[in-house]
């Protein structure tokens, strides 16, 4: 077993594990690739084999260290979040570069990974720049965009670039199957994650993410009223919050894990101080992430309306709901123009999650609009 296993097939992936094995560690990496290309566990591989203990270089998968890493519990690894619309200049001044001045706390390495790094405004890179430009020899910044014009030429020529293409449905089916998902099921996460192999991983082979989804894809045919509306916007919310609660359960293990790796020791105040405002903005990252899923699972149901409306399954994503889908297709009351309207809703919807808006508000105000624009269809008329 090896951390790069979940990369299998990813020619760049391939690349970056001969390089962590040949000890080809450059001080700031760039990852770039679309969404699904698996820049994150690319990152997230290339810090465990930094840390691992037992094959330092490769990365084993199966030691302590290892472990933490992926499940992002190390103490030297820190994970770097957008706050709403952007990574603001104060996490970097407050939470990167004091950190980064450090040496690690146990590893060998300590970690900056920083997601959607392009959402560093100007000031936030530039404040950046400093410390790749004169980088403590045991640490090791990864930034992941996908969309490299975003960053400034500074920031950009001081990293190694690395490039990572979309993983193609097939070569994710092969993939999950390898990994004990049924044919049948690795075929619908690949469909539903849009490509995302992550993603996909996730709807295939976790019970909690699969079963969110059926309740997402169970609201369009209860929008029969406002009241409708309202009662199933509650049970998003509050789906949404029980999955941050879990997540606070797993956060007060990495609390306990800091503890026993720091004892009492040097900057143990600070550190304590630096993961709590992680995990803070972890919670909120958690929160956004479970609306948009719900959000993006009801935009493809609409999504595989028109689809089916137009053609053959094909290219339909939620195979397990086709005889629901279908009974959609004949509703002539609910125009195309309708299911157009409600994508595009959905996808405005979900961006104002990344801007701190009120997330209660904004998803009842959705199923409302979607209720009024397309009642399920043997309720046509009925209540709006």
């Avoid at 994970?79 to 706390?105: C, D, K, Q, T, Y």
């Avoid at 994650?193 to 996730?202: K, P, Y």
């Avoid at 101080?273 to 990252?285: D, G, I």
């Avoid at 996808?347 to 105000?365: G, H, K, P, V, Y």
């Amino acid at each position: 077993m090896s951390v790069w296993d979940r990369l299998k097939g990813s020619e760049a992936a391939e690349r970056l594990c001969a390089q962590m094995a040949g000890r080809e560690v450059a001080h700031a990496w760039l990852l770039l690739g679309p969404a699904g290309s698996g820049k994150l566990a690319a990152a997230v591989a290339m810090a465990a084999s930094l840390n691992c203990k037992v094959a330092p270089g490769e990365g084993c998968g199966e030691c302590r260290e290892c472990l933490r890493v992926l499940r992002r519990h190390h103490p030297d690894v820190h994970h770097v979040v957008p706050e709403g619309p952007l990574i603001p200049v104060g996490v970097v001044r407050e939470s990167i570069i004091p950190e980064a001045a450090r040496s690690p706390f146990e590893g060998p390495y300590k970690v900056f990974i920083i997601e959607e790094a392009d959402r560093m405004n100007d000031e936030a890179q530039n404040a950046l720049l400093k410390s790749l430009e004169e980088p403590q020899g045991d640490t090791v910044f990864i930034l992941l965009s996908e969309h490299e014009q975003e960053l400034l030429e500074t920031i950009y020529s001081r990293c190694r670039v690395v490039r990572l293409d979309a993983v193609p449905e097939e070569r994710i089916v092969a993939m999950l199957t390898e990994e004990g998902a049924s044919n049948t099921d690795a075929l619908l996460a690949a469909r539903v994650s849009d490509g995302d192999l992550e993603r996909a991983r996730t709807f295939a082979l976790d019970d909690a993410t699969s079963e969110r989804r059926r309740l997402w894809l169970g609201i369009p045919r209860r929008l029969a009223s406002p009241v409708d509306a309202l009662d199933s916007a509650a049970e998003v919310i509050a789906e949404a919050k029980e999955v941050v609660k879990r997540r606070e359960t797993l956060q007060k293990e990495e609390v306990t894990d800091l503890a026993e790796a720091m004892g009492e020791g040097r900057g143990t105040a600070m550190a304590r101080n630096a993961l709590a405002t992680r995990h803070k903005r972890e919670l909120r990252r958690v929160e956004e992430e479970i609306l948009g899923e719900a959000i993006q699972s009801l935009a493809s149901f609409y999504r595989d309306v028109l689809v089916l409306r137009v053609g053959g399954t094909d290219a339909v994503a939620n195979l397990d709901v086709l005889e629901e889908i279908e009974s959609w297709v004949g509703a002539g009351e609910i125009p195309d123009a309708a299911l157009v309207q409600i994508i595009d809703r959905c996808i405005a919807t979900r961006a104002t999650f990344t801007r701190n808006a009120n997330a209660t508000l904004q998803m009842e105000a959705l199923l409302l609009e979607i209720g009024r624009l397309a009642p399920a269809p043997s309720r046509v008329g009925s209540a709006w």
